[in-house]
């Protein structure tokens, strides 16, 4: 049916197209291995960035709460003796630091791989305390023309910083909470 010629034939073919076939097979092989190295570099980058966006967060937060904090010089443990000292040192003049979201917030959607999501579940829960730590402050150191003519009432306002104290002792309780949530939680991306 077949004659040697066909097979011979066959075999030619063969054997000339199997260099072809290999060189494919080792490009494809090459070109994989190329993408998955730049899936894990970008993967590394991701984490390496994100973790420094939360770290650098977390540094400015302490660092804003430390000089705050520092301005009672006697560090009173009474709430609202420490927020009277407070106030009337400068606490209203103290902007809070600006938070970096941007890394978060721009993170592409093929990098969330890099991520498990426990680590994803604390970055976020980092990011929503550093923003309620900005509602908090913005709600404490705000004073409404109504709160400032309270404020006044008393003495002139000599002594001011007590009712402000007594004002806001809640709310800066709240925001010490907030902060000691931050600063204590354990790095979501920590190797």
Known sequence: M????FWQNVASVFAASLPGVIAVIV???????REDQNTRRLYASARRLLAL???????????FWRTINAL?????????????????????????PHWSFSR???LEADTYAAFTEKE????DQINRALAGVTDLYRDLVTLTPEDKADLAK???GRFW???FARMRDGTYSKLATAVQQVLSAANPLAQ
Do not use: C, P, T
């Not at 077949?2 to 010629?5: A, K, P, R, T, V």
């Not at 420490?82 to 809070?96: F, S």
């Open 2 to 5: 077949f004659g040697s010629n």
């Open 53 to 63: 966006e939360v770290a650098s967060n977390r540094a400015s937060l302490d660092n």
């Open 154 to 156: 008393n003495m002139g």
């Open 104 to 106: 978060w917030e721009r």
């Open 161 to 163: 910083m007590n009712d």
């Open 72 to 96: 009672d010089k006697e560090q009173k443990q009474n709430v609202q003796e420490h927020l009277a000292a407070l106030a009337e040192n400068g606490l209203l003049g103290y902007d809070l």
């Open 27 to 33: 490009a494809q092989y090459l070109a994989q291995r």
């Open 120 to 123: 994803l579940a604390g970055i």
